[in-house]
């Protein structure tokens, strides 16, 4: 199984999503290789649920170093991408060179992993029409516009795309993710 895996976040992306696939990935042997608009220190941030509030509130995360640049990568060195959220996704789906990756990824037929908000950089990247994803359950309907189907399970594989809700999600995400890999 051992390759290399492109995790794509930025400033305010998800700190746990972030560091725990960094991790695994890590510990499985490949190679990640974390990239941003900018190689440099991104802070990120962390997402949870508190009693009285109607969505999720946001704090101050860990920071991390970006290894690359998004405009200097290609996806004929990688296996897979995997896309965070948390809100960097709300910006990085208006990056051009990162949406053409993301298709490139796509047509070269290699596996794509989303996580929580990572589904709108795919939906804006126009790959998710006609699949069953999952996400972030207030993402619902921007998969739904882009042509996809909101599936509630916690993970969900539809062809080489892997997508998952949320951090909460990561022991059914990443089981399905590593069969994946080990394909």
Known sequence: ?????????????????????????????????????????????MHDFEPGWDTYIEKPGYSLEADAEIASVAAADF??????????????????????????????????????????????AGVVKGRRVTCYEHVRYEVELGGGTWDARQAVRDGRMVTGQTWQSHPEFYAEVFRCLNE
């Open 79 to 124: 296996d897979a991408i995997l896309l965070i959220g948390g809100r960097a996704p709300e910006y990085l789906r208006h990056n051009a060179r990162l949406l053409e990756l993301v298709r490139a990824f796509e047509c070269a037929g290699k596996w794509l992993f989303s996580i929580c908000h990572g589904i709108q950089i795919l939906v804006a």
């Open 1 to 45: 199984m051992p390759g290399n895996i492109l995790i794509v976040t930025g400033d305010a992306g998800e700190a746990y999503e972030t560091l725990y696939a960094k991790h695994r990935f890590l510990e499985a042997g490949m190679g990640v290789v974390v990239a941003a608009l900018s190689k440099k220190r991104l802070h990120l941030v």
